[in-house]
């Protein structure tokens, strides 16, 4: 069958990309980015096509990597039905992407340094996605941050962006500490990696009561999913983040590699069904996620910056569905989201492609009558995001909210008023950009065909995707877990058409009510506007003393003075110290050297005659 | 009367010994050190020829000839490599010859 | 009874020129000293039954070598010695050593050893010539063959040394 097919294309444009991309025409640069992801998605089309209906997981293994003592992990690769999902969602949005960058990346420099960084990304994400360990997960997982790093800081002569991607890496790191040490953990108690084998072994054991050795390991995975997919408290490089080019917001930041922490969590179901004290933990720091970033997100005037708040929130969404135990929920809502965000993402690179780089939404305006397909074709997407009924985000958001009703009301509720305050941003962003008049100083004008046909296939997915039924798909290994509700659906649905008509009102038919709210609002609207000073209170509790201490006790202390002075200059004072002791002895004259030997055997003659003669 | 024990032999053999290397390390004179190592092999040879006489062997006989052989041989290249030193150096102390040292 | 007192006669005079040797002043005083020690050395040997050795002796350490050393005192004109302040460990620490040293070596020879024979002249005659050129000739054959090289490297590297620089 060759899985290993699917990660391998992208692997190769990113060689050929990286390594000869310099000296390729725009034209076969390109080709190969795009045709290797499009030989990925041919691939995964052609897996599933043999595989169908995978009713059983199809394992592939390659390698033994790891063999010690009872350890023994191979290189190994599987699919069942959540695989099939994320394999399509992952190679076809990442392919439509690709189009798209052709077009928005034509005027930048470093051309064919994107593309390759672009591919080894689809790598590393199919790895991760592929993966039948957690090891294997884990190599992937560290190889996306990578990428995200790598392509957070692409325009990298610029302080901005290098600041970003480094935090963007750094605080992933933190998560991946947790990660690793979640395996480390897991290698104790199971003895293997192996999804399936950890599986059965914790087959028809009861749920573990309290905390012990399974929460311990979900709750570790978890640290490692919030910081990979930005949730509190490690959510900070997100907004950050979008420093890099806007297909990167698309692609990483929204569509794939931030919800390889829904998706981990969703493989180790098995763990997650057996610690429900961690199960908890995960569904409440995901709502309280979501409403925390809503917030954050009413206020932000980038356009990119409101996508990026809106997508850490839509996660919390997703962590909300998976965390209640309704796996299969958080997945729909990942593939919806994965269609409406990157059509978001992409339309709003479209805006600012039109725009000449403008990103601030004071500076926009009227632009429906210069960009009308990204006009209709974000349209579709802010309704699908805004859980508008029939769009793709009304059923997958709905779907998690009615599963969080069954475990605990009051995280309906709070969902419900985060889905309002969704709509609104999304909605305010979209009047203030399309609606009113232009307040910039550009010409704006339509983006080239190349950037609006994905748009235009991400609005169609994010219209009508919501009728692919994947709870459905998957509700063989991950039971629904919701009853269908028609009067809570109307509920949530409608604190979304609320949002959409008080952005109306507010940016549209009176504009000068935003800023009346605005000012009323006085100190509570800066505390929102500043992030809840969230990154300050980083940066002084813990950057600064963590540099205090590399500086000081590290590097001081520790390097110049224990090694430079005490080891490394202390062993040549020691050995010059005996040295010259020892010189004194050479002193050239016979009579002295004449006695030493004296003194020697008279010393040999002592032992050997006194202690060992007699014989 | 009674006859001699060996032990005074090897006693006297002691002090011969002792006496050269005195001579070795008191004395100035290149010449006069180069006795006092004649006068230690001699003293050595004296002790080989009384243990050869207590185990009635003469095996001591021959490295006492051996040993008289190297000391002739020694003697020769000594003393030629003394007459170099004056040449060079024209002091016959040996404290003045100490130039190899650190 | 004869062998005591010539025993006694010889170590005295052995001891002797072996204290002269060290003190005299002039190194030809003491190579001179140096051939009494060896003569009652020889006399010794022959108390012992060593003929052999005692002729070899007199012959090639009387006759020979300190020949040598009288040529090369007297060709070097050396003088007395004059007092020298280097090598104070030597004149420290070599007097306390040698007292050390020749008191383990006795008390050694007195105590650990096992018990020794006593000489009596005449009662070992397995000291002669022949004896020692069987000897010599099959269980030491490689020694001997070896020392005729060593003597035949000692010619060369005395001539070497004491040769006249070409010019």
Not at chain 1, 562 to 570: E, H, P, S, T, Y
Request: proline residues 3%; aromatic residues 14%; hydrophobic residues 55%.
């Amino acid at each position: 069958m060759n899985l290993w097919l699917i990660p391998f294309f992208p692997l190769i444009g990113f060689f050929l990309n990286g390594l000869l991309g310099r000296r390729l025409s725009k034209p076969l640069v390109n080709l190969i980015a795009v045709g290797s992801v499009a030989a990925s998605f041919v691939c995964v089309l052609v897996v599933l096509s043999k595989l169908w209906p995978i009713d059983n997981t199809y394992t592939e293994h390659y390698f033994t990597w790891i063999q010690s003592g009872f350890l023994q992990i191979g290189f190994d690769q599987m699919l069942d039905r959540l695989t099939a999902v994320m394999l399509l969602i992952v190679t076809g949005v990442g392919l439509i992407i690709h189009i798209y960058s052709i077009g928005y990346m034509a005027h930048e420099g470093g051309y064919y340094r994107f593309f390759s960084y672009l591919n080894l990304f689809m790598f590393f994400m199919l790895l991760l996605v592929l993966a039948a360990n957690l090891l294997v997960v884990f190599v992937g997982w560290e190889g996306v941050g990578l990428c995200s790093y790598l392509l957070v800081g692409f325009y990298f002569r610029e302080d901005w962006a290098t600041n970003a991607g480094n935090k963007a890496f750094i605080v992933n790191r933190v998560g991946d500490f947790g990660f690793s040490l979640g395996i480390f953990l897991a290698v104790a108690t199971f003895h293997t990696l192996d999804f399936g084998k950890m599986a059965a072994a914790l087959q028809g054991m009861p749920a573990e009561v309290g905390f012990g050795a399974l929460t311990l390991i979900a709750l570790l995975l978890f640290v490692g999913a919030t910081g990979k997919s930005a949730q509190i408290p490690l959510y900070v490089w997100l907004p950050d983040a979008m420093a890099g080019p806007t297909p990167v917001s698309a692609l990483i930041h929204a569509a794939t590699m931030v919800t390889a922490g829904v998706y981990m969590i969703a493989r180790m179901s098995f763990l997650y069904n057996h610690a429900p004290a961690a199960s908890e933990v995960v569904a409440v720091i995901g709502v309280a996620t979501a409403v925390f970033a809503a917030t954050i997100g009413l206020t932000q005037n980038d356009i990119k910056k409101v996508y990026a708040y809106s997508t850490i929130s839509q996660l919390g969404y997703m962590f909300l569905g998976v965390g209640v135990g309704a796996y299969s929920t958080g997945i729909f809502h990942l593939m919806t989201h994965a269609f409406f965000k990157a059509l978001l993402f992409l339309g709003a690179g479209s805006v600012i492609h039109g725009l000449g780089g403008e990103q601030d939404l004071r500076h926009m305006g009227g632009l429906r009558k210069a960009m009308p397909i990204t006009f209709v074709t974000l349209l579709c997407g802010s309704l699908s995001i805004s859980g508008f009924p029939g769009f793709a985000g009304f059923f997958s958001k709905d779907s998690i909210l009615l599963a969080a009703y069954g475990h605990a009301p009051w995280m309906f509720w709070v969902g419900a008023i985060t889905a309002g305050m969704t709509a609104f941003y999304v909605f305010r962003a979209f009047f203030l950009a399309f609606f009113g008049t232009y307040r910039g100083h550009h010409h704006p004008h339509e983006s080239p065909a190349v950037m609006t046909l994905p748009l235009v296939v991400l609005a169609l997915l994010a219209t009508f995707g919501g009728f692919i039924n994947i709870p459905e798909f998957l509700s063989r290994s991950y039971p629904l877990g919701y009853q269908e509700n028609v009067g809570r659906m109307a509920i949530s649905a409608g604190f979304g058409i609320l949002g959409i008509l008080l952005a109306y009102v507010m940016y549209v038919a009176k504009p000068a009510l935003a800023d009346t709210v605005k000012n009323a609002f006085g100190a509570v609207y800066t505390l929102i506007f500043n992030k809840y000073y969230i990154d300050e209170i980083y940066q002084a509790a813990i950057v600064k003393p963590l540099e205090g201490i590399s500086r000081f006790v590290l590097w001081h202390g520790v390097d110049e003075g224990v090694i430079d002075f005490g080891m490394v200059n202390g062993m040549a004072h020691l050995v010059r110290g005996w040295g010259s002791l020892f010189r004194r002895m050479q002193s050239g004259s016979i009579r002295n050297y004449a006695t030493w030997v004296l003194a020697g055997s008279l010393l040999v003659i002592f032992v050997l005659g006194l202690v060992g003669g007699g014989r | 009367m009674g006859h001699v024990p060996l032990s005074w032999y090897l006693i006297l053999s002691v002090i011969l010994f002792a006496l050269g290397v005195a001579g070795f390390v008191y004395r100035k004179s290149v010449i006069t050190v180069f006795l006092s190592i004649e006068l230690m092999l001699n003293a050595v040879n004296l002790s080989f020829v009384a243990f050869s006489y207590q185990m009635h062997r003469i095996d001591g006989h021959i490295y006492s000839f051996f040993v008289m052989v190297v000391a002739a041989a020694e003697a020769a290249v000594g003393l030629a490599i003394i007459l170099t030193i004056f040449k060079n150096r024209g002091t016959l102390q040996i404290d003045e010859v100490d130039s190899m040292k650190l | 009874m004869v062998d005591t007192v010539l025993f006694i006669i010889c170590a005295i005079v052995a001891i002797v020129c072996g204290f002269n040797v060290v003190l005299q002043r002039h190194p030809i005083s003491s190579a001179l000293s140096l051939i009494g020690v060896m003569s009652s050395l020889a006399v010794l040997y022959l108390l012992l039954g060593a003929e052999f050795i005692a002729m070899a002796q007199m012959i090639v350490y009387g006759g020979a070598v300190m020949v040598l050393f009288t040529f090369v005192i007297m060709l070097l004109n050396a003088g007395t010695e004059k007092a020298s302040s280097k090598s104070w460990f030597a004149q420290i620490a070599g007097l306390p050593l040698l007292l050390a040293f020749v008191g383990v070596l006795a008390f050694l020879i007195r105590a650990v050893l096992p018990p020794l024979a006593a000489v009596a002249f005449g009662s070992w005659v397995g000291g002669t010539a022949e004896h020692i050129g069987q000897l010599l000739f099959t269980t030491y054959l490689l020694p001997f063959e070896v020392i005729s090289v060593l003597i035949l490297i000692a010619i060369l590297g005395a001539v070497a040394l004491a040769q006249k620089e070409i010019d």
